[in-house]
């Protein structure tokens, strides 16, 4: 019955492009021959056909026309012409009847098949755009089911509307079709070391009016327990009146990048913590040896001794920041704070940086009296990162100017270089871990990337904020921001 319900059904039909000619044909005759039955044998008055065949006609025309487009529509036109002719010939039209009868036989076959052409064509063109549609859903979903990350889709609701396999390999359970994440199913998902609500799931965040979320870092808890680091990419889906009608979202497993990470970031601790104790005795050695040599005779000795101190010093800072970089990491970077002079710190610094190389000129524009409670020594770490990053990225000689400026509430500490400047793109990266720009064109500078990731955390935990602003090839403004205590 349904089977049959669904062979009638026109719409039932819509984007299925198999146009039957014989329906229309069998159906059409059979109108005929009930039409005549009933004429001669009912209503025994064979003119009583023109009451109604009209209307039975266009009907089966428009039906035939949507359900098997102009092939079927004009089946349904040629038998209702042909029945016409057929009853002028046996009901003995004559003169002008005959005359005018063919006449609106004519019209109405014309008007017939235009209807039968335009809704034919309306009708191949509905079927084009689903089966297009249907197409292109198709390969869609064949490429998503494909992508070597997890993907899913949901609705303006957050209903899952579509997912793919990796995505259940990589967060060990299967996602239900309709079921809406963090509602019907609980994925314990944790940011930044705490478990997050249903609203700060990355699809319920980009479906409240929000930006995008790009690589965003989350681990996920599998029911076997296992932890799984995962980076989401995720954004909204609006319709041309710009309103959310779905969600999508990217998942890549990132665990095993986070595991390498992990062990890299124990190598440095072991490292680090490794080489702090000889390098402390080297330098102790050395301070020794050069004592003894500064006041012989032999000049190439002292000079030497002098290399050594200088070399020992930079395995030193390096050892240190090695340090300061895993201490970040496993979150055991202390500070401890007391109330100083910041543009005192600023003129110490210059002075010894002016002691160290006679290339540098740093000049402090309009000192004046700022004093802040913060970690003088770590303060100072981020000065002297600063300060040596732009006289080391600037040609020798060159100027560079450090300026305060205050209000009420902060001061911001600017520190201007007309060296090589820094990309637009690299700007945001370089204050990543064990990040350096490498630029072919450009000559290499020593380093490891550690300085500003270091000035960057010190920063942020004084509840104060580092930025860059600069112009590839005519230099850099390093800026950050401390809270005051007093100014002048
Ligand atoms: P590094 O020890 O390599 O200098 P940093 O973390 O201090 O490490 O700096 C990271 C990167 O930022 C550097 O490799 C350099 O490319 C870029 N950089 C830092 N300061 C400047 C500057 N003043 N001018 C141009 N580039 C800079």
């Known amino acids: ?50 009451k109604y065949i009209i209307f039975i006609n266009v009907f089966a025309i428009l039906y035939f026309s949507f359900r098997d487009a102009f092939r079927g529509g004009a089946v349904a036109s040629a038998i209702s012409v042909l029945y016409y002719f057929y009853i002028i010939y046996t009901r003995n039209y004559s003169g002008q009847e005959l005359v005018s ?5 004519i019209v109405l076959g014309v008007l017939y098949f235009l209807l039968a052409g335009i809704i ?64 019907d199913m609980v994925i314990s998902t944790m940011q930044n070391g705490k478990k997050i609500k249903t609203s700060g799931l990355p699809l319920a965040q980009v479906l409240q009016p929000r930006t995008e979320l790009l690589d965003q870092e989350f681990v ?32 890549k497993d990132i665990t095993g990048q986070k595991e390498l990470e992990n062990r890299k970031d124990d190598f440095i601790n072991m490292a680090s913590h490794e080489l702090k104790t000889p390098v402390t005795s080297i330098k102790l050695y050395i301070d020794i040896l050069k004592r003894q040599t500064e006041n ?99 040609p020798d000689g060159r100027k560079v100017w450090v300026s305060l400026l205050t209000t009420k509430k902060k001061v911001t500490v600017q520190v201007k270089d007309h060296g090589v400047g820094i990309a637009k793109n690299e700007q945001k990266k370089i204050f990543d871990r064990l990040y350096q720009v490498i630029d072919a064109t450009e000559k290499t500078f020593p380093g490891l990337g550690m300085g500003l990731y270091i000035s960057k955390e010190i920063i942020k935990r004084h509840k104060g904020k580092i930025w860059v602003e600069s112009t590839k090839g005519k230099g850099s403004v390093f800026s950050f921001t401390l809270p005051v205590v007093k100014t002048e």
Request: with cysteine; hydrophobic share 40%; proline share 3%.
């Open 1 to 50: 019955m349904r089977r049959l319900g669904n062979y009638l059904n026109p719409v039932v039909r819509l984007g299925t492009p198999h146009y039957s000619f014989l329906f229309a044909l069998l159906f059409s005759l059979t109108i005929c021959i009930l039409s005549e039955l009933y004429a001669y044998n009912i209503a025994r008055d064979p003119m009583v056909v023109g």
């Open 101 to 105: 009868g063919i006449e609106t036989t």
């Open 120 to 183: 034919g064509w309306l009708k191949r063109k509905i079927d084009t755009l689903i089966v297009n549609e249907a197409n292109e859903k198709k390969w869609l979903q064949t490429i998503i089911r494909q992508l070597p990350v997890g993907v899913v889709i949901a609705d303006a609701k957050g209903k899952i509307l579509q997912t793919n396999r990796q995505l259940e390999t990589i967060l060990g359970v299967k996602i239900p079709i309709g079921k809406v994440a963090g509602k």
């Open 220 to 251: 996920v808890e599998k029911p076997d327990k296992s932890k799984v680091y995962i980076s989401v990419n995720a954004s909204p889906i609006h319709n041309n009146e710009g309103k959310i009608i779905a969600a999508a979202s990217i998942i």
């Open 296 to 394: 012989s005779k032999n000049k190439k000795l002292s000079h030497v001794a002098k290399s050594l101190r200088d070399q020992a010093d930079r395995l030193s800072d390096l050892v240190n920041n090695l340090l300061d970089v895993s201490r970040i990491q496993t979150g055991k970077l202390n500070f401890q704070k007391e109330s100083f002079r910041l543009d005192l710190e600023i003129k110490e610094l210059i002075d010894a940086l002016h002691d160290e190389s006679e290339k540098v000129k740093i000049i402090f524009k309009k000192p004046k009296s700022v004093t802040v409670i913060a970690d003088k020594y770590r303060i100072y770490q981020v000065l002297t990162n600063l300060l040596t990053n732009a006289v080391k990225y600037s």
